[in-house]
């Protein structure tokens, strides 16, 4: 302990000009400290804005389709077909459409009405158009009709105010003929991939994103919400529940991708399932999705409180109907909120579908589990490889669906959530 | 209640209980053994099949053997209405018998087993009979199996990684593979295929978009985005930014990919162009990891904002009090006392960002280089994967099975980085308790 005089300190002069000016200067430190917290959020939140614009702004003109009225003189068209087999229906008459020569009708068609060179103003798949007609109203074979058929990507960008110089003219004739209109795509909504953007739709993958997620929800769910209840309410504290947990919890940070090496090396290759179907896909995502479901789950099993179990095991209930007539229905709110939310992330999922061989051009929709089969983001992936540029916007229009699906299904999480959370 | 009142004597369960315990004996049984029925039988018919007289005419050789039989099978089900070879066809109507045959066995057996069952069960049901701790033990097993479900899961990722990985290794020396420079599986040298299959470049771009790039795009937005939301926002500021940002999150990778390869990689191109830099690569590792780093910055900002709510009110007030503004008090104060869960989370981003496909699937470039440079291009191990696996080549080539070596790498630096992120975030929250 030294003895020497602490010199008395003066007071801090807050008044002096160094003083005034230090304050000044931490003040403003502290605004721009302030003002760049203020930038970070908003230019986060500008990006996803800018995000949504560009889809937006590229992708509402995917939902629309320019139109060509064309007449069709069936009676002087060099085409054999019997309109009795046609009217028939079945396999017959789809088989006698498409040996019909209708490609070749078609084009004839538009150059005699448009001028030599309109085929080329049709799409590729103008003639599934016509062919629709006829089956429709087999009537059609013995007279002359006008059938809206899809223009081509050119005609299509042009109507749509995004001209070259070849369309323009082209355009212009169609016009003057009043012989085409845009208007809202039905075969976009309907439809599967083609090989002309103008007429792809994404129905076909739609479809089997759907069966995938049936798959995925099908086993993800129980198992998840059975482990949950395992783990929370009836565990033992060992080395064995420790070991569950803590893969329960690796498996959730486990890149995507992993899952569908395990998907190829497991289901693919030793189980020898169909590749690019819908219930291989589902298998994989389930693995991906089910940490997901067992971790939200507990933390709403969690949430109910144990006077709820020690009222029920007091009037003689056994451990398994304290839990499945008490917990169960009090935590099932949280159980779906984290499983809707597991499950949208499990619908965006690309990466494992494509070491699955869900990448194939899959042109019908499939019609079961084991077909095969593509979803909507892998769609997606597929579309944005393409060079043509018609799709371009069939690419912002199926990201629009999926982000339109995805809220859908968020919002529905947080409904949920506010309408049946308890408060204990 | 009702039997109670008569005077009978009490059951022990409830009805329900006993009608689940028939029927739990009834199905579970039958279950069990069609399932292994439908393991045994493929090969049971198979052997009735090769002692038909047809099959006598079969080669021995193994492989035009099983290929011919298999072509059988097909045509025997109806997927296909005639085979390549002859022979197949003239077995069909052997395999269409056998089957038909083995499928009736089955499914008598297992009616047989379900009646037993059920019928044993039946008898056992007396008023003092426990159903119900019988029952809620299969209830229990069926727990246990579900959660035993994850253990399995991740065993099948490490057994399956790590036994293509042991047979790529077999063709590769691993030190090729892990310390080599120069990749480029297009063209493998079958004498030496070591030599084109080193990782090295692969990690670094890996590392270099998804650790650097990336996280200098989401550390700075996801941590002050959190700072601004906890300390400054007000609430009802904060109760509409917060599920903003973490729609950031939700977005699938896909569309960042196909925003990160239409708009933002032309846009730093043509940035890069303006000022100068005529080389710039319309696939830079810069755009891609831009994007990644935008969807990244929700899980920098919640962990951010979780570590610094775990601080202790008392250090903030007290810093207040000594007369430090708000931002001294963030930066001097909660910012170091809440550095190692920060630190945590940013690990837990870069294990989330080296993991990611979709982004560098669509917008890096596959070209392999060893570089610095921002705007040159890169590639990543993920995006390696994809393009190993979506090839033409056969499943045994050292091309295909690299997929797995590089799968297998990925996923241990991610498990490290996660355990090493969760021990950190678990011992600072025990610090504060």
């Given at each position: 302990m030294s003895d020497a005089p602490v010199p008395a300190r003066q007071p801090t002069d807050w008044k002096t000009q160094a003083m005034q000016r230090r304050i000044r200067r931490r003040y403003a430190a502290e605004r721009r400290f302030r003002l760049m917290g203020l930038a970070a959020i908003v230019i986060s939140a500008g990006f996803l804005a800018f995000l949504l614009v560009t889809m937006l702004g590229g992708g509402l003109r995917g939902f629309t389709r320019t139109e060509i009225a064309l007449p069709i003189d069936f009676t002087k068209a060099a085409m054999i077909v019997d309109p009795d087999v046609i009217a028939g229906g079945g396999d017959v008459a789809d088989r006698a459409l498409a040996n019909a020569g209708l490609p070749r009708v078609t084009r004839d068609a538009a150059d005699q009405a448009f001028g030599p060179g309109a085929e080329r103003w049709l799409s590729d798949g103008a003639w599934l158009s016509v062919r629709d007609a006829i089956k429709a109203d087999p009537a059609l074979l013995n007279k002359r009709a006008v059938i809206d058929v899809p223009a081509s990507t050119d005609i299509d960008s042009a109507a749509k105010g995004d001209p070259s110089p070849a369309a323009t003219t082209a355009l212009a004739k169609l016009r003057g003929a009043d012989a085409i209109h845009t208007g809202f795509n039905t075969a976009f909504l309907s439809e599967a991939d083609a090989t002309d953007p103008t007429v792809v739709g994404i129905w076909g993958a739609l479809k089997g994103s759907l069966l995938t997620m049936f798959v995925t929800l099908l086993l993800a769910f129980p198992v998840g919400v059975f482990a949950a209840l395992y783990l929370e309410e009836y565990a033992p504290r060992n080395r064995w529940t420790d070991l569950i947990e803590v893969s329960i919890n690796?498996?959730?940070?486990?890149?995507?991708?992993?899952?569908?090496?395990?998907?190829?090396?497991v289901f693919l290759n030793t189980f020898h399932l169909p590749r690019s179907a819908p219930v291989v896909g589902g298998l994989t995502l389930a693995l991906m999705t089910m940490p997901v479901i067992v971790i939200a789950g507990r933390n709403a099993i969690k949430s109910v409180p144990p006077s709820i179990r020690d009222a029920a095991l007091g009037i003689g209930a056994s451990p398994i109907q304290v839990v499945f007539h008490h917990v169960l229905p009090l935590a099932l709110p949280g159980i779906l909120t984290g499983t809707i939310i597991g499950m949208a992330r499990a619908l965006g999922e690309t990466a494992p579908l494509l070491m699955i061989g869900m990448r194939a051009f899959i042109a019908t929709p499939p019609s079961g589990l084991t077909d095969p089969a593509t979803v909507l983001?892998?769609?997606?992936?597929?579309?944005?490889?393409?060079?043509?540029?018609?799709?371009?916007?069939?690419?912002?229009?199926?990201?629009?669906?999926?982000l339109v699906v995805l809220l859908t299904m968020n919002g529905l999480a947080i409904y949920l959530r506010n309408k049946f959370e308890t408060r204990w | 209640m009702a039997f109670r009142r008569g005077g009978v004597r009490r059951f022990s369960a409830l009805p329900g209980h006993y009608g689940w315990y028939v029927a739990l004996w009834a199905v579970i049984p039958a279950l069990v053994f069609l399932l292994v029925w439908a393991s045994v039988s493929p090969a049971?018919?198979?052997?009735?099949?090769?002692?038909?007289?047809?099959?006598?005419?079969?080669?021995?050789?193994?492989?035009?053997?099983?290929?011919?039989?298999?072509?059988?099978?097909?045509?025997?089900?109806?997927?296909?209405?005639?085979?390549?070879?002859?022979?197949?066809?003239?077995?069909?109507?052997?395999?269409?018998?056998?089957?038909?045959?083995?499928?009736?066995i089955g499914t008598v057996l297992a009616l047989i087993l379900a009646f037993a069952g059920g019928a044993f069960a039946y008898v056992r049901v007396r008023p003092d009979f426990r159903a119900r701790t019988r029952v809620e033990r299969i209830v229990m097993v069926a727990l246990l199996a579900a959660s035993l479900i994850a253990i399995l899961t991740t065993v099948g990722i490490v057994v399956s990684l790590l036994f293509e990985s042991v047979r790529f290794f077999r063709m590769v020396p691993i030190t090729d593979f892990l310390f080599g420079t120069h990749w480029s599986p297009q063209v493998i040298d079958s004498s030496d295929p070591g030599a084109t299959l080193g990782a090295v470049p692969l990690f670094w771009g890996t590392f270099f978009i998804g650790a650097v790039i990336a996280m200098a795009v989401a550390i700075p937005f996801g941590l002050m985005s959190a700072i601004y939301l906890t300390q400054y926002a007000n609430p009802r500021v904060r109760r509409w930014m917060k599920p903003i940002l973490e729609m950031l999150a939700g977005v699938p990778t896909v569309v960042y990919g196909y925003f990160a390869a239409l708009t933002v990689a032309p846009a730093v191109r043509d940035a890069a162009v303006a000022i100068g830099i005529q080389w710039a690569s319309s696939e830079s590792a810069l755009a891609a990891g831009m994007v990644m780093g935008v969807m990244i910055i929700p899980f920098v900002s919640s962990m951010a904002d979780d570590s610094i709510a775990a601080v202790p009110s008392a250090m903030r007030d007290g810093s207040l009090a000594m007369g430090a503004t708000s931002s001294e008090t963030i930066r001097r104060v909660l910012l170091p006392a809440a550095l190692p869960?920060?630190?945590?989370?940013?690990?837990?981003?870069?294990?989330?960002?080296?993991?990611?496909?979709?982004?560098?699937?669509?917008?890096?470039?596959?070209?392999?280089?060893?570089?610095?440079?921002?705007?040159?291009s890169t590639t990543t191990v993920t995006k390696q994967i994809v393009d190993l696996l979506t090839g033409e080549a056969s499943f045994d080539s050292p091309k295909t099975l690299a997929a797995f070596a590089l799968g297998l790498t990925l996923f241990v630096v991610t498990l490290l980085l996660n355990i090493v992120a969760l021990a950190i975030v678990k011992r600072y929250r025990e610090a504060y308790e």
């Open positions: 690796n498996l959730a940070a486990v890149p995507s991708i992993i899952f569908g090496l395990l998907g190829l090396a983001p892998v769609q997606i992936f597929l579309w944005s490889d393409e060079v043509s540029h018609g799709f371009v916007e069939k690419t912002s229009a199926a990201i629009i669906v999926l | 049971l018919v198979t052997d009735q099949v090769l002692h038909d007289p047809a099959a006598q005419a079969l080669p021995q050789f193994d492989f035009a053997r099983a290929s011919i039989l298999s072509e059988a099978r097909h045509i025997a089900r109806g997927d296909i209405a005639a085979g390549f070879n002859p022979l197949s066809t003239t077995l069909a109507p052997a395999y269409a018998a056998a089957q038909s045959r083995f499928d009736g869960g920060v630190v945590g989370g940013i690990l837990l981003a870069v294990s989330r960002a080296i993991g990611e496909t979709m982004i560098v699937v669509m917008a890096a470039s596959g070209v392999a280089t060893l570089t610095l440079n921002p705007l040159a």
